[in-house]
């Protein structure tokens, strides 16, 4: 069965774009191009993943997502926001987005992420509220994290690292990346915050139990996954 895949996008050019360029990979593609028509599709039909942009016509993309996860918390969905900032990313998620990017974006980009997101769906990884890799388990609502039955107690910072970590996992995530999901405030390029936040997570996520499970790539950033 073909994955299913909404486009809420209103420019013609993006959206003719995204849909030739995901439907030459196989997927199965529907456009809806403005915010009320883009919540009545994604509602109606069983949809593998909404790809959402945020400046739309009556609705904004956020207010579709508002409407979307008030009756379907599953359903991945990618935000696609030319604003670019910090806070910007922050609201998405707040509302229940899975992951955003950033306009202009080049395919490949948005090919990762639509694999990324849809292959977790139909992995069945995420039980509602709980993400698991290995013997790790992440509960997202109760904010809990558990290695090998085990409770393991994170600060607020390292929770949300651990959180997109787990949420990408397989996925190498640059330390530019991590900055913008988990930090609010601007720090130095050259600041070893990352790091230093990682070894952290290190020590009480990896060490003392048998399998690595977050691993540096050297000169590209980070990935949470089972070697
Ligand atoms: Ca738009």
């Given at each position: 069965m073909a994955t299913r895949i909404l486009v809420v996008e209103d420019e013609p050019k993006v959206s003719a774009f995204i849909r030739r360029g995901l439907e030459e990979e196989g997927f199965e593609v529907e456009v809806a191009y403005d915010g009320p028509f883009g919540v009545r599709l994604a509602l109606g039909h069983a949809f593998d993943l909404l790809i959402l942009d945020?400046?739309?016509?009556?609705?904004s993309g956020l207010e579709v997502l508002k409407a979307v996860r008030a009756q379907d918390q599953e359903m991945p969905i990618l935000m696609l926001t030319a604003l670019g900032t910090t806070q910007d990313k922050l609201l998405g998620f707040d509302g229940g987005a899975d992951d955003y990017l950033v306009k202009p974006f080049d395919f490949v980009e948005l090919l990762a992420r639509v694999r990324a997101l849809t292959r977790r769906r139909n992995r069945g990884e995420a039980k509602g509220n709980q993400l698991n890799l290995a013997d790790l388990t992440v509960d997202t609502a109760a904010k809990t994290v558990t290695r090998a039955g085990q409770a393991i107690k994170l600060t607020a910072r390292e929770f949300n690292l651990l959180e997109l970590l787990i949420r990408h996992q397989g996925r190498v995530l640059s330390r530019g990346e991590i900055a913008e999901h988990t930090w609010e405030e601007a720090f130095d390029a050259g600041s070893n915050v990352i790091d230093v936040y990682v070894n952290y997570l290190r020590n009480k996520v990896d060490k003392g139990f048998g399998k690595k499970l977050i691993h540096t790539v050297v000169g590209m950033g980070y990935v949470l996954r089972e070697e």
């Open positions: 945020v400046i739309l016509p009556g609705l």
